[in-house]
């Protein structure tokens, strides 16, 4: 098919990025929402954050304090018995029912400019950042969705408590309203359709069963955003194909003459995310018309096979621009990459 990676890949990188704090260094940029407004592609970034020197006998975290909403810093000893530092991402805590104790960085939301959709000038202070108890951890994995001129952004908000699905909103990407938390734990990739369906708003998401169950991409009903229900599994992962250990909404869908247009991630059994489409009914989005065989996008670039976290091709942004199809994806939880191509063009990888 004709989807092609742009030749200036990775586009954005933690070079590109100022750290928020002058104590910080970025880690990652990736995961970003997308959106037009005034002439302009918006990228809503996930930003990465660390202490750049914790010292050697100490893991300095960043965290928000639950009652103030400010910034605050945790000294976890790096000799205490009670945790287990192999994994570099997250200190967990030896015994414990999920074994999680904390992250070692913060992710904040920026936003990044530009006319052309390839070169982006990025924000020098974050969008939005955490500043509640269920963001004490950070914020992650922002989509974008206009609806009347409006621009909803969803979010994951992780702390102590789990990860929960913010909602914000925001009409001039100067300045944004946090709505409130609109899906509970274990709650992600959560997407929001771009207009009424038969007088109700659509979004999918996908919670996760910490008894039983794969992780699988559900569809839920609102009046008002706010408040969601009717929830229903719309797809399961697959045994044997790109996509058999967890699926996840990528993208906001994309209204076409053949339906809604979903491009989801998948992951296989060697947790390698790539990226395949979904073609749901257009005046009832829990029917599955079409669903791709082989993967759209998989890592296997230089840039997507190594990184952070090897091996991603993580899509949550979408844009049509000069009758293409630009798609912004997370690579390796690192940098963002851009690829090209039409509607048609995976439409008729569908048919």
Same mark, same amino acid.
């Given at each position: 098919m004709g989807i092609k990676r742009h030749e200036s890949n990775p586009i954005i990188t933690c070079e590109d990025v100022n750290?928020?704090?002058? %104590?910080?260094?970025?880690?990652?940029? =990736?995961?970003?929402?997308?959106?037009?407004? +005034?002439?302009?592609?918006?990228?809503?970034?996930?930003?990465?954050?660390? =202490?750049?020197?914790?010292?050697? %006998?100490?893991? +300095?975290?960043?965290?928000?304090?639950?009652?103030?909403?400010?910034?605050?810093?945790?000294?976890? %000893?790096?000799? %205490?018995?009670?945790?287990? =530092?192999?994994?570099?991402?997250?200190?967990?805590?030896?015994g414990s029912p999920y074994d999680f104790a904390c992250l070692t960085s913060m992710s904040h939301i920026r936003l990044a400019r530009s006319a052309d959709g390839v070169n982006f000038k990025i924000d020098s202070r974050p969008f939005i950042y955490p500043g509640n108890e269920y963001e004490s951890f950070g914020i992650e994995d922002p989509r974008i969705t206009e609806i009347d001129g409006s621009y909803y952004i969803t979010y994951s908000a992780v702390s102590p408590y789990g990860i929960v699905t913010g909602l914000a909103v925001t009409s001039d990407f100067k300045n944004c309203k946090k709505l409130g938390n609109i899906f509970g734990t274990e709650n992600k990739d959560v997407v929001i359709f771009p207009e009424k369906i038969n007088g109700r708003y659509f979004a999918l998401n996908r919670p996760v069963s910490k008894s039983t169950g794969d992780p699988v991409i559900w569809i839920s009903e609102s009046d008002n955003l706010l408040y969601w229900g009717n929830h229903k599994v719309l797809a399961c992962n697959r045994k044997g194909f790109w996509d058999s250990k967890k699926i996840g909404a990528g993208i906001p869908p994309v209204k076409t003459d053949e339906g809604w247009l979903e491009l989801y991630h998948g992951v296989d059994e060697r947790e390698h995310y790539s990226m395949g489409a979904l073609l749901l009914d257009m005046n009832c989005p829990s029917k599955i018309i079409a669903r791709s065989e082989k993967p759209l996008l998989k890592p296997q670039e230089d840039y997507e096979t190594g990184g952070f976290f090897s091996n991603v091709i993580f899509p949550c942004g979408a844009v049509k621009r000069q009758k293409k199809l630009y798609i912004y994806y997370g690579i390796s939880d690192n940098s963002i990459g851009l690829a090209v191509t039409s509607v048609e063009d995976i439409l008729n990888t569908l048919v």
């Open positions: 750290p928020s704090n002058e %104590d910080f260094e970025i880690i990652g940029v =990736f995961n970003p929402g997308a959106a037009r407004y +005034k002439g302009e592609i918006i990228l809503a970034m996930r930003i990465a954050e660390r =202490f750049m020197d914790s010292g050697n %006998d100490y893991i +300095k975290v960043p965290v928000i304090d639950r009652q103030s909403g400010l910034l605050k810093i945790l000294n976890v %000893d790096k000799g %205490d018995s009670r945790y287990d =530092f192999s994994d570099s991402r997250v200190i967990k805590e030896k």
